[in-house]
Nanobody, 116 residues
Framework: QVQLVESGGGLVQPGGSLRLSCAHS????????MGWYRQAPGKERELVAR???????NYADSVKGRFTISRDNAKKTVYLQMNSLKPEDTAVYYC??????????WGQGTQVTVSS
């Protein structure tokens, strides 16, 4: 079973920064893409940022210019650097891995709260 473990969430004031980490755990798997999703209570889960096997990235319009997704292959970790945080960024953030055999894996989520 593949496991992904997120960390780095917390409480931050508007305009502040956080960096989320997602460490690979468990069985090996081949990754087609990895991404960060977020979900606020009563709202559907949405894509925040994505990075492909080749390193191409894409972002939700709401976070472009503020968030950066990256990875450290040696450490088997993907990051989400979040700058200029806004209250509307408040959500549980989930790490996702899409394997080459079309399976999706999810982390447990980490809470990000941006105070008003």
């Amino acid at each position: 079973q593949v496991q992904l473990v997120e960390s780095g969430g917390g409480l931050v004031q508007p305009g502040g920064s956080l960096r989320l980490s997602c460490a690979h755990s468990g069985s090996r798997f081949s990754i087609n893409a990895m991404g960060w999703y977020r979900q606020a209570p009563g709202k559907e889960r949405e894509l925040v940022a994505r990075i492909t096997r080749g390193g191409s990235t894409n972002y939700a319009d709401s976070v472009k210019g503020r968030f950066t997704i990256s990875r450290d292959n040696a450490k088997k970790t993907v990051y989400l650097q979040m700058n200029s945080l806004k209250p509307e960024d408040t959500a549980v953030y989930y790490c996702n891995a899409a394997s080459i055999d079309s399976l999706d894996y999810w982390g447990q989520g980490t809470q990000v709260t941006v105070s008003s």
